[in-house]
């Protein structure tokens, strides 16, 4: 049974620093596409982060060079280091994991992605 569960979020001034972690059982994060999403009140749930199974990355504009994803096939856990936070980057954040081939431009897309875990929020706020 594929379970994902987040941890790490915290509420922390603006400038400030997170790394959240997902916890993944029931599968090797090396051998799918990971992901972190994110859904602030009354928005959309869109993409933030995804790395394949070969290691490439990608990133959503609004994070490119504060945010970075990466994981560790020994702990089996996906993690989103998050650096220089604004108050815009409040919002739940959501781990994803997808078997099989995603094609580039669709891998910061929600319904790319089969498995969800629960959420943990992050709190951006002097």
């Known amino acids: 049974q594929v379970q994902l569960v987040e941890s790490g979020g915290h509420m922390v001034q603006p400038g400030g620093s997170l790394r959240l972690s997902c916890a993944a059982s029931?599968?090797?994060?090396?051998?799918?596409?990971m992901a972190w999403f994110r859904q602030a009140p009354g928005k959309e749930r869109g993409g933030v982060a995804v790395?394949?199974?070969?290691?490439?990355?990608t990133y959503a504009g609004t994070v490119l060079g504060r945010f970075t994803i990466s994981r560790d096939n020994a702990e089996n856990t996906l993690y989103l280091q998050m650096n220089r936070l604004k108050p815009e980057d409040t919002a739940m954040y959501y781990c994803?994991?997808?078997?099989?081939?995603?094609?580039?431009?669709?891998?910061?897309?929600?319904?790319?992605?089969?498995?969800w875990g629960q959420g943990t929020q992050v709190t951006v706020s002097s």
């Open positions: 994803a994991a997808q078997p099989g081939l995603i094609r580039p431009w669709l891998r910061l897309r929600r319904d790319s992605y089969t498995y």
């Open positions: 790395i394949t199974r070969g290691g490439l990355t």
């Open positions: 029931g599968f090797s994060v090396s051998g799918l596409y």
